[in-house]
């Protein structure tokens, strides 16, 4: 969905700055888009103090919008799931937006304009046995950032944090999260295509 916001994105005339661990695929966008402003760059934002180096760098750009969209999820048992694959994945889904909010927010309110758009997820609103701590994390999103913008709207800032909570959506997401390390094959997923998602929740907020 990361590659769907930035080409939406650039439809609707932003510069952007993509972040993934890997970027490549943002290259063919410079060629459809050669009068915008598209920074790619590479970080693993599960290392913590990537969060601060790229907030450092982004900041020079005159951001004003981030979208926090980097997440992915392990399947299986709690009993029997990775305990590091999952506190990697609470590194990413929970704390790198957490930082990233902070930061972001913090220097939105200076500006008295922004807008975080936090990518939460349906498994927000229930528990998820067999995806216990994917759900969590989602819980977690869903969670702050409702209650940020809360306060960013009592405080009556024009800032705002945004949590949207896809259904399934066609994404590697499935390869690569829940069927990762089973011989399973990741289900066919009926939902909407990411091109769809990205383009409707950047038009209703
Ligand atoms: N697909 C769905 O059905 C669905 C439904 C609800 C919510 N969501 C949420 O939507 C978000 C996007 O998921 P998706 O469906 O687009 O999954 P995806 O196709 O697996 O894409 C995940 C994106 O996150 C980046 N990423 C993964 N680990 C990273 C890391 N450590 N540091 C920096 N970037 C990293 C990946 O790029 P690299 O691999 O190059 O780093 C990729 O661009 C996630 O937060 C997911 O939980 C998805």
Redesign the pocket.
């Known amino acids: 969905?990361?590659?769907a916001y930035c080409e939406e994105l650039l439809k609707q005339n932003y510069n952007i700055i993509g972040?993934?661990?890997?970027?490549k695929s943002l290259q063919k966008l410079q060629t459809q888009y050669p009068h915008l402003d598209i920074q790619a760059w590479d970080?693993?934002?599960?290392d913590l103090k990537n969060c601060h180096s790229l907030f450092a760098r982004a900041i020079k750009f005159n951001v004003s919008l981030l979208i926090n969209?980097?997440?992915?999820?392990v399947w299986g048992l709690f009993k029997d799931t990775d305990l590091e694959k999952e506190l990697n994945m609470i590194d990413?889904?929970i704390k790198?937006l957490h930082i990233l909010t902070k930061l972001f927010v913090k220097h939105f309110v200076e500006k008295n304009c922004g807008r975080v758009i936090n990518?939460?997820?349906?498994?927000a609103f229930a528990p998820g046995p067999v995806f216990s701590t994917?759900f969590a994390s989602?819980a977690y999103v869903l969670s702050l950032s409702t209650a940020i913008n809360t306060e960013l709207k009592k405080q009556k800032s024009l800032v705002r944090v945004i949590s949207v909570?896809?259904?399934?959506?066609?994404?590697?997401?499935?390869s690569?999260?829940e069927y990762q390390n089973t011989n399973k094959k990741p289900p066919k997923?009926k939902?909407m295509t990411?091109e769809k998602f990205c383009h409707q929740s950047l038009k209703r907020h």
Request: glycine share 12%; net charge positive; aromatic share 14%.
């Open positions: 969905m990361g590659f972040v993934a661990r890997e970027t970080y693993d934002l599960s969209n980097a997440g992915y999820g990413l889904n790198a990518l939460a997820s349906i498994a994917y989602k909570c896809p259904g399934p959506i066609k994404t590697d997401f499935w690569r999260s997923i939902g990411p």
